[in-house]
């Protein structure tokens, strides 16, 4: 069996998880929103964190290399 202090423990543990996921959300919620409205993937990388990624950057490809010299 638990002891109470456990339980009590547990309870305020809890509790501050959610409050930090509130305020994590309510920092980044503008942004998110931002990002998903254009089509970009969000992930999230710690409190408060986000990393934006564009995927039309992975369609872009290099140059070939010039076969010529140019003097």
């Known amino acids: 069996m638990y002891s109470q202090g456990t339980k009590g423990l547990s309870r305020i543990k809890s509790w501050i998880q959610?409050?930090?996921a509130s305020a994590d959300y309510e920092i980044?919620?503008?942004p998110d929103e931002f990002a998903y409205r254009v089509?970009?993937?969000?992930?999230?990388?710690g409190f408060g964190s986000r990393r934006y990624r564009d995927p039309?950057?992975?369609?872009?490809?290099t140059p070939s290399k010039v076969t010529e010299e140019v003097s």
Do not use: A, P, Y
């Open 39 to 45: 089509g970009w993937t969000v992930s999230k990388t």
């Open 56 to 61: 039309r950057f992975d369609q872009l490809h």
């Open 28 to 30: 980044c919620v503008e």
């Open 18 to 20: 959610e409050l930090i």
